[in-house]
């Protein structure tokens, strides 16, 4: 995919977001009151539920005809009123900028910013490169200069430092994922306390179907080490195994968070993953 130009992506993904939205869990999310029903106990008027009253609790949500009833205290549990909040969490490792992914992951991410912007979800970043590092404001500048060269694996910079996730957020996490993980704990810890979860897997066309009978210089852009192989048919078997292993892992561990596990290479273009790929995996509806 060739490199835009900070202008024509805002152009194609404009047109985009014009036709496609965010696809809102039913489940409830969280993020600035006033906008939309959420899971914390708050101050809305809806009803939600009962519990056990506990010292601290606020003693005018005691149900005192349930305890005229019962002799037991319980307290009155109410929705809190929220609206959406989305966060892409990035990987920004070297391995991300290898053939078309680079582009591609830059115009998705200003996709996705401009439909949080549109369904008022407050998006936010977060890098994982060098550093973890949250974007909250000017984020299409941010999405132009992001540096995709991070020495370390995703996995590695998850395990390393708490992120700051906003409960009840939509998560949405893209990547490669070309680097030795537990699928369980990359998702139990994106996963923690999210409305919703989708995970994004960007590979390049070798990546994804490597060409048989050539020779092949395998490299960790990561680590800098490379490996010389033949590419002949038991090779590229051995590979598809592994790679399908590794994508059958993180689609369970996802299915088991309630959330969706997609693949893009990056022979398509985005509106063609929109339509294709992103749509029918319930990441985004047509509006």
Known sequence: MTAMTPEQRESRVGGLAKVYGLAIPRQPTGGVIGQMLGSAVGNSLEFQDHRT?????DPRHID?????????????????EVSPRLEVVVDASASMATGGKGELLRSLLLLLVRLAD????????????????????DLAAAIDRLELRG??????QLAAAPIGFAPRSMRLVVSDFLFPHDADAIVRRVADRAASLAMVQLLTAEEDRPTVGRPAKLVDVESGEFLDVTMDPPAVRRYRDRLTALQTGLARAVRRAAGTFVTIVDTMSLADA??????????????
Not at 274 to 287: K, S
């Open 53 to 57: 009253y506990s010292p601290g609790d």
């Open 64 to 80: 005192w005809s349930a305890y005229a009833r019962t002799d037991q205290l319980t307290v009155r549990l109410y929705r809190e």
């Open 118 to 137: 549109k369904g008022r979800a407050a998006p936010v970043l977060w890098e994982i490169g060098e550093r973890i590092e949250p974007v909250r404001h």
């Open 151 to 156: 020495a370390a694996a995703l996995a590695e």
């Open 274 to 287: 929109c339509r294709d790929v992103l749509t029918p995996a319930g990441v985004l509806e047509v509006r």
